[in-house]
Each structure stands twice: as C-alpha cells, then as structure tokens.
C-alpha cells in the first residue's frame, strides 16, 4: 500500500515519491515546491486534521487534506 502525506505522522521526514492528480491540482501542488524526490517534514496537524502544516525546501507550508492525498510519499 503506498503511503500519501495525509497518512503521514506528525513529526516525521518523508521524501516525496510522486504527485498525483490531474492538470490544475497536480500543477499547484508542484508549484509550491513539492515535487519528486523533495524531503518533507510534517510539522503540525490542525485539531479537526485539515490543514497540514509541512517544511518544505526550507519553508513552512499549509496544505490542505484533499491535496495532501495526492502527494505519495516513501
């Protein structure tokens, strides 16, 4: 079973396998950073679970759960 940033425990470091997703979604997801072979740290969970707040090349990033499905990580 392959593991998304969504399933990710806070706390880890997890590097980025492959972004999933089609055109617009797949596109800002690359945009802001993440794309494959990226290390990714999850810092923050919100209470309810959504958003998750990531450190990414250096900066800290909110995303959401939805999109967070779509990044699978190793």
Do not use: F, H, Q
Request: charged fraction near 30%; aromatic fraction near 2%; hydrophobic fraction near 35%.
């Amino acid at each position: 079973m392959e593991l998304s940033l969504k399933d990710t425990p806070v706390g880890s470091s997890v590097k980025v396998k492959r972004v999933s997703g089609e055109g617009a979604v797949k596109r800002r997801i690359m945009d802001m950073g993440i794309t494959k072979g990226t290390d990714v740290y999850v810092r923050k969970l919100a209470p309810l679970g959504d958003p998750i707040e990531i450190t990414v090349r250096g900066y800290e990033l909110s995303l959401r759960g939805e999109d967070a499905k779509n990044i699978i990580v190793e």
